[in-house]
């Protein structure tokens, strides 16, 4: 069985951790992290019963693939911390936001294969989607065993480097715009006297079943609007408001915000 090693335990390694371990992809034994944080290798061990150490040499050398999960302003520490230790059998496989594959190849200098992911955080309830795109030494089989082990914590796909950013703004940062759209919901029912709880359920399954018919349906999106859309009825007057507040111009910008964002990290 390949060990999986995981350097950083924060939200997104504990994403894909508890997607892996949850759907039976991983044994909990095949995996190891490390966190330089007391309180985060506590946490992760109570929760998953994973190794976690504080010594990420202890994570290279013990593992198969290697994900680089920490923050991108030090990704450059960690790698050099290891560096030496890599050896030619091993995948790396970095989720940090806007380091290229190019930068994370020049970093490690041993010619390992490396690959770069774009999860998010969803993939907690294997409701995920993530996107790779391989680095020079990474073959295409590298990625279709990445695909292999991925794809129970949620959709993967394939795209090219030069759209990672894209990625990163729509989908990376995405569960946090939805998340403020929820909020926002929620706060409208209250507002009208919903209580709390039911405005909330009311949100959460407008939305998961809008995605759900989005996903199903062939139809351009506007279709699916339109349907809703009585002439004269009360959405059109709803729409008419949420076009006058920028929301359609707003939600372009903050992909376009996250992903310029993503290329400065
Ligand atoms: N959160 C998300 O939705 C997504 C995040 N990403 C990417 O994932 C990466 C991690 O993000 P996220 O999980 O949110 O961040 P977190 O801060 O939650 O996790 C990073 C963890 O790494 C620890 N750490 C810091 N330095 C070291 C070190 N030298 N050795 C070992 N562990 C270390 C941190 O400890 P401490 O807190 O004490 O510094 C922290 O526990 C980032 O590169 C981000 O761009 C990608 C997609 C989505
Ligand atoms: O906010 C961030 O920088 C990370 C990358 C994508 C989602 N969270």
């Known amino acids: 069985m390949n060990k999986i090693g995981i350097i950083g335990a924060g939200s997104m390694a504990e994403a894909l951790i508890n997607g892996l371990i949850n759907e039976n992809q991983v044994d909990k034994e095949a995996v190891i992290a490390s966190d ?5 290798r506590e946490v992760m061990t109570d929760k998953y019963g994973i190794e976690i150490v504080a010594d990420n040499h202890k994570v290279v050398t013990e593992s198969d693939y290697i994900f680089l999960a920490v923050k991108p302003q ?20 970095s989720i940090a936001a806007g380091v290229s594959t190019e930068q994370l190849e020049e970093m490690i200098s041993a010619k390992v294969p490396v690959v770069r992911i774009m999860p998010n955080t969803p993939a907690l309830v294997q409701e995920g989607v993530l996107a790779y795109s391989l680095g020079r030494q990474a073959t295409e089989e590298f990625g279709r065993e990445l695909e292999d082990l991925l794809s129970p914590v949620g959709k993967v796909i394939k795209v090219k480097e030069a759209l990672m950013p894209a990625v990163t703004g729509l989908s990376g940062s995405g569960p946090a715009y939805v998340a403020l759209i929820l909020e926002a919901l929620v706060a409208g029912g209250v507002k009208l ?20 018919l989005a996903a199903e349906s062939d139809e351009h999106l506007a279709v699916l609007r339109d349907q809703v859309t009585s002439p004269g009825g009360t959405t059109a007057e709803a729409l008419y408001r949420l076009e006058k507040s920028g929301i359609r111009s707003g939600l372009i910008e903050a992909v376009a915000a996250s992903a310029e964002k993503a290329q400065e990290l």
């Not at 520490?77 to 230790?85: G, Q, R, S």
């Not at 909330?200 to 079943?209: E, H, P, V």
Request: glycine content about 6%.
């Open 74 to 93: 030090v990704i450059g520490d960690v790698i050099e911390e290891v560096a030496d230790l890599f050896t030619t059998e091993q995948k790396v496989i």
């Open 193 to 212: 006297g919903l209580s709390h709880s039911d405005s909330k359920d009311l949100a959460i399954q407008t939305l998961a079943g809008t995605a759900k």
């Open 36 to 40: 330089i944080s007391d309180q985060r």
